[in-house]
């Protein structure tokens, strides 16, 4: 079965005060990184929430469009029949178990797989993540921010996903462990055929790995294309690389 995800014309409201997302069409083909990129407040998490079917949690609602993963509309269904359909997620501050040992944290993850599988699972992990293996027995609270985000990662990976959701990879970590991580996750990609949507504020790092790149602004899709086409849009380049947009008009 495919992995893809299709979003279509989606919109969603918190408590019906204005729209978090305003018809936002977005799609994550199967294999692919896709970088939803945008400022504090766009609706990047929304978006994660709604696909996940999060949002209730968090008192959202659909008001209109669809949601189609893996072939099938997904917009009514609970989080719990989504993860058993295939979708895994880091969520924004990782949420990891810090009380418990690396190796418990990976476990959890592994709930949704039958027993005989678990073994395995865990070994494909921590090839992913030798890290994680050397520190199985540790606390996870006592690991770097970086070391906790391979954990999400791989507590999600676990559980075999088809589409990995993963919102803020970067989020308060040095820049060479967001690219070791980045190279992980083009390497599960690449190996296991997940699709991966990244959510994330640091655009020119999320532009080097993804594939292609949607940028929100207030809900609203306002750039999209492949990472390349993104990356060399005057537009985002004032409003993320730091670059001003250069004037097309004659000098003063
Ligand atoms: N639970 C909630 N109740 C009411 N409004 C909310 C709720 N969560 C988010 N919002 C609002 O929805 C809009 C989108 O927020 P969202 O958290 O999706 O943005 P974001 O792009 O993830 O931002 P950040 O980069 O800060 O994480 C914002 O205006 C926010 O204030
Ligand atoms: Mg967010």
Redesign the pocket.
């Known amino acids: 079965m495919s992995a893809e995800l299709r979003i279509e014309e989606l919109s969603v409201t918190?408590?019906r005060?204005g729209l978090?997302l305003d018809q936002v069409n977005l799609h994550v083909p199967q294999g692919g990184i896709v970088a939803l990129l945008?400022?504090?407040?766009?609706?990047?998490?929304?978006?994660i929430?709604a696909v996940t079917g999060l949002l209730d949690l968090?008192?959202?609602q659909i008001t209109n469009g669809q949601i189609h993963f893996a072939g099938t509309p997904v917009r009514h269904f609970p989080a719990h029949k989504l993860v058993r359909m295939g979708m895994g997620q880091v969520p924004?501050g990782r949420l990891i178990f810090k009380h418990l040992s690396v190796e418990e944290n990976l476990r959890v993850g592994a709930a949704i797989l039958p027993r005989r599988a678990v073994q395995s699972q865990l070994a494909m992990v921590y090839e992913l993540f030798p890290r994680l293996s050397e520190r199985r027995h540790q606390a996870a609270g006592l690991m770097s921010g970086g070391e906790q985000q391979m954990l999400a990662l791989g507590r999600a990976m676990i559980g075999k996903p088809k589409l990995l959701l993963v919102?803020?990879l970067s989020l308060g970590l040095a820049p060479l462990i967001v690219s070791e991580i980045y190279q992980q996750l083009q390497v599960i990609c690449k190996t296991t055929g997940t699709s991966v949507l990244v959510?994330e504020?640091n655009a020119k790092l999320a532009l080097e790995f993804a594939h292609t790149a949607y940028l929100?602004q207030r809900?609203q899709v306002v750039l999209s294309g492949s990472a390349a086409e993104v990356l060399h849009s005057p537009d985002i380049k004032s409003a993320y690389l730091g670059e001003a947009k250069t004037s097309t008009g004659p000098t003063p």
Not at 38 to 47: E, I, M
Request: hydrophobic content about 25%; charged content about 25%.
């Open positions: 918190y408590n005060k978090a945008g400022a504090n407040g766009a609706g990047k998490t929304t978006l929430r968090h008192h959202g924004e919102d803020e959510v504020q929100l809900g």
